[in-house]
């Protein structure tokens, strides 16, 4: 159990490093065939809670399902307290040591796609 924590701090200490030495935006998706490829003209997708969650697993755990506690879970954060804390953090309004950099990536429409989808993940 210690070793399981210990580890899941390490991966989580890694990532941040890589974060911060790259300068990458966190939710960059990979780069993919499909994605290079040209989008049809049209309304601009809404942004995708589900694929944008992705990028949180590193340190929240899948789903925001995290079974230690180096960070917090984010499965079944109510709506308005996820949209708070992202807000906060983003605006450094709330003291953080890693979330304003991930916080600063996303828009107030993306972070309401990935409140609802966090408020809907059961957590277990
Ligand atoms: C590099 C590790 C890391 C990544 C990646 C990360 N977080 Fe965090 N998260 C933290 C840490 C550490 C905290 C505690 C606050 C702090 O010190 O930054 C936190 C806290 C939070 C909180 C506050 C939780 C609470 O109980 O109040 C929310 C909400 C949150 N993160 C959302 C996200 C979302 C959404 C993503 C993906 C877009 C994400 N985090 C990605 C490390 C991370």
Redesign the pocket.
Known sequence: MRLHHLTLTLI?LV??IG?LGAHAP??AAPASPAAAAPLPPGPKAPPSGPA??Q??A???GTDGRLHAAA??P?AG?PKA??VQ??RD?RDGKRP?????H?AEG?SNEEIDA?SVYFAAVKPE
């Not at 953080?96 to 304003?100: C, I, K, P, S, V």
């Open positions: 989580g990532f941040a974060l966190v939710f944008m969650a990028t949180c590193g340190c929240h960070f917090m984010l954060m307290q996820f804390a992202m953090f953080a040591t890693l979330m304003r991930v996303f990935m």
